[in-house]
């Protein structure tokens, strides 16, 4: 079983930069792979970003390269999401995601993750 609890979300200037936490619990195993989803009222949830647990592969949807940069610390079981020149487009709930099997092959899907956190609201001004 894998608890994951999301931190960091708050309101922003565009322009502005945020630092998304995830802290994680539970078997490694579950945790091989791990993402990053938004939600916007009214839309449905994008995958933003994942990376490989094991070897820090990652990925990123289109819309966030070059400004978006999903990391890990496995010493204290937190995955991040360091959010630079945000947008109001950026506006959204924000879910960690995890699983021990999902194939990621470019922005995640959410399909593939079982286990998720409760979002934390980022809100672009």
């Known amino acids: 079983h894998v608890q994951l609890v999301e931190s960091g979300g708050g309101s922003v200037q565009a322009g502005g930069s945020l630092r998304l936490s995830c802290a994680a619990s539970g078997d490694t195993y579950s945790r091989a792979v791990m993402a990053w989803f938004r939600q916007a009222p009214g839309k449905e949830r994008e995958g933003v970003a994942a990376?490989?647990?094991?070897?820090?592969?990652?990925y990123y949807a289109d819309s966030v390269k070059g400004r978006f940069t999903i990391s890990q610390d496995n010493a204290k079981n937190t995955l991040y999401l360091q959010m630079n020149s945000l947008k109001p487009d950026d506006t959204a709930m924000y879910y960690c995601?995890?699983?021990?099997?999902?194939?990621?092959?470019?922005?995640?899907?959410?399909?593939?993750?079982?286990?998720w956190g409760q979002g934390t609201q980022v809100t672009v001004s």
């Open positions: 990376i490989y647990t094991g070897d820090s592969t990652t």
């Open positions: 995601a995890a699983d021990s099997a999902a194939l990621v092959q470019g922005a995640p899907e959410a399909t593939d993750f079982g286990y």
